[in-house]
């Protein structure tokens, strides 16, 4: 093996900037000597970038600071050499408008830092939910070997795992105040107390979703995932991680592609399914699949879905929180119990494939993962459901949901925007009772950059006399901490002219969840003059990146990522191109 080679053969990346006894080389080496390195250190070691969203307005990343570090000494310990690189953090519950569009920036970033930057291979640490797909999406297309470490969950001030335990809480309280059942005293003191500790969402929000199913895609180390983000057990993690990936930056393996196939595809759809994980899970998977040529689509969601059993009694879908699933077994647990169900050939990061993973794996209590013949709830975890209303597809979250809803006829009240329902929905004049169907448009890609307004609010009227779900649809998404009968990402949206566009106050919606059916009860000939009626509203964005995100954004049946960016992409500086050119200087 030549100095420049990786134990496969490959070239190392780095040896394009360091290796080299020319101009260039000299460059690259003497500028990286005021950050303390030899001409000997990067002639002779592997390089690993740490690609960190740590901020301190974004409380699910707060502590990645301090494993940014601990990967730094795992990095060193190993033979590596450490560069660690900021990037944008996006903190779900402050960023406005809303934090989703910010995924495919963070995304463009991560892809052009890892490509444009001489590293053998990277960490990625992120957290609250859109910086952990945006950095798999980004480091995905640049094609480099790739480590994934989430900041952990976050420890409850409420042990018990009642109502001040996590966001899920945060909606039932909202609930019982808008009902009358709650004083605003009580609801100011749950404000003081909710937020615990640094780290993401304590239940199956998509934050921890993504997190677990970092590991069954094979992009994150066996157990790492669900280990509190304030236990010492996630800095040895972190050291593992930097450990980690200086073998992979050596062997140059394994590339993305040798580990997102569609077998760990399929493996992470079958976990989400297995946890009730967000629905928001669903669009950045098929960003990512989109990313690197694999052909998933929502259908397969759907096929997956009807084998496989909720079995993680866990927040919203279940009882308890992630802390009491990791001290169950974890995902290790999770998988071997689900064996039967996935690909174990699939390859990891860590070396294994996962079935070797799964041999030392055991389930230590059987309430918190349940065997796959005694489920926590009966049937689906999700649905994918399609008709004229939803040519491209929609889903339900038929865990978090009302079973009586799920088959429904009722009459549609139509609100084109979320401030009008925050203005009207208690508005007895609308005539809104048990039956009729919520629908909330122009909050998709496009419309709104799709905000997590999926969760309508019910009429206080109904709520006093308590009703406490209603068959809810829109362009938008959920939170994965949210709960309800809510149909969302229906897709094409409405803001495009997709059906949902057409919909008037009184038309009959029909759903039937076991048929996967959804359907706007007009007659053809009737929506095709609506059709013909109906004007785009005008775009609000005719600069920046909003301008940009709306021409390009693809719809949600595609994962919402931009049309530029979709297919396979490994590594695009070819050998030699730019070596001799010297910038700086």
Known sequence: MSDNESKNGRPLRSARWFRKNDLPGFV??????????SREDLMERPVVGILNTWSDINPCN??????????????????????????????????KPTSFPFRNLLAMEAEETIRGYPFDAVVLLGGCDKTQPA???????????????????ATPRSASGGNLANATGVWRLVDQLRAGELSEGDFAAFERSVMGTAGHCAEMGTASSMAVICEALG?????SSLVPAVDRRRHQLAREVGRRSVRMAADGSPRPSEVL?????DNAITLLCAVGGSTNVIIHLLALAGRVGVPLTLERFDEIARRVPLIANVQPAGEHLTERLMAAGGVPALLKTLGPLLHLDARTVDGRTVGAILETAEVFDSDVIRPLDKPVKPGETMVVVKGNLAPDGAVMKTCAANPKLFRHRGPAVVFEDVQTIADQIDNPELGIDENSVLILRNAGPVGAAMPEWGMLPLPRHLMERGVRDMLRISDARMSGTAYGAAVLHVSPEAAIGGPLALVRDGDIIELDVAARRLELCVEPDELERRRQAWQAPPSRHVRGYRNLYNQHIEQAHLGCDFDFLRGANEDTLPEGLFDGWVGGW
């Open 28 to 37: 690259h080496r003497s500028t990286l000597s005021a950050a303390g390195w």
């Open 62 to 95: 707060l502590n990645l600071r301090t494993l940014a570090e601990e990967a730094r000494v795992g990095i060193l310990e190993a033979g590596g050499i450490p560069f660690e690189v900021p990037l944008m953090s996006i903190s779900e519950n402050i960023i």
């Open 135 to 153: 950095l798999l999406m980004g480091a995905a297309s640049a094609g480099v070997p790739f480590i994934f470490l989430a900041s952990g969950p």
């Open 219 to 223: 992009v994150s180390l066996p157990g």
């Open 261 to 265: 196939d569609a077998r760990a595809f």
